[in-house]
């Protein structure tokens, strides 16, 4: 199992949330988050001040999927969320060792 963890575009959210559910993934938590990469943020004018924002707002997207689902996940996160400029986000990949359902205590991809 692996968890798959993407920073994205605010804007991006609906897009890459309408592709996951038509490859069948249901099972997504969302959070919003304010960071920076490479760019350090931006400079903005309010009333005549400029005003340094560096950390901007960005949306995280994480998920657990099965081994012979992850390729087609994070390749179907990448299409969606791209703009093709600076601070499209990233795509994090993790091993998970183990998975619990609480309810009844299934476990593995049966937990998923």
């Known amino acids: 199992m692996y968890k798959i963890e993407a920073i994205i575009q605010p804007h991006k959210l609906d897009d890459v949330r309408n592709a996951l559910k038509a490859l069948g993934i249901d099972g997504l938590t969302v959070t919003e988050v304010r960071g920076h990469g490479r760019q350090k943020g931006h400079t903005e004018f309010y009333r005549g001040q400029e005003y340094k924002v560096d950390l901007l707002p960005k949306r995280k997207i994480e998920m657990v999927v099965t081994n012979d689902r992850k390729d087609e996940v ?3 996160i990448v299409k969606a969320a791209q703009t093709g400029k600076i601070g499209d986000g990233k795509v ?4 998970v060792g183990d998975a619990i359902r609480i309810r009844n205590e299934d476990r593995g991809d049966a937990a998923l």
């Open 92 to 95: 994090f990949v993790y091993d």
């Open 74 to 76: 994070i390749e179907t």
